[in-house]
Nanobody
Framework: VQLQASGGGLVQAGGSLRLSCAAS????????VGWFRQAPGKERDFVAS????????YYADSVKGRFTISRDNAKNTVYLQMNSLTPEDTAVYYC?????????????????WGQGTLVTVSS
């Protein structure tokens, strides 16, 4: 499966963005999907994940209550709604997919990665 992340951009602190992860090649409904982010000079960290059917979600503590992951399998797309953004959310955001295994937060568990979309939050 090929993944394409989009929706990044420049936003002021307190603002919102919605990222999209679109799949091609295979149907995304066959995969659990996660969002990760990588700030300059830092490791790629887990943000949120959702199971293949959308029944379970999991969030990093740093985004819980502000970000929402969802999916529309009919559109072959997973979303990350990001609200109340802070400069600490500035990073390149990546979506990733893996065979159904439940919600997962470890990079090593995901085998398919998109190219990333840059989110910049100004203060």
């Amino acid at each position: 499966v090929q993944l394409q992340a989009s929706g990044g951009g420049l936003v002021q602190a307190g603002g919102s963005l919605r990222l999209s992860c679109a799949a091609s090649g295979r149907t995304l409904s066959s995969y659990d999907v996660g969002w990760f982010r990588q700030a300059p000079g830092k490791e790629r960290d887990f943000v949120a994940s959702i199971t293949w059917g959308g029944g379970s979600t999991y969030y990093a503590d740093s985004v819980k209550g502000r970000f929402t992951i969802s999916r529309d399998n009919a559109k072959n797309t997973v979303y990350l709604q990001m609200n109340s953004l802070t400069p600490e959310d500035t990073a390149v955001y990546y979506c990733a997919a893996r065979a159904p295994s439940g919600v997962g937060s470890r990079r090593e568990e995901y085998h398919y990665w998109g190219q990333g979309t840059l989110v910049t939050v100004s203060s």
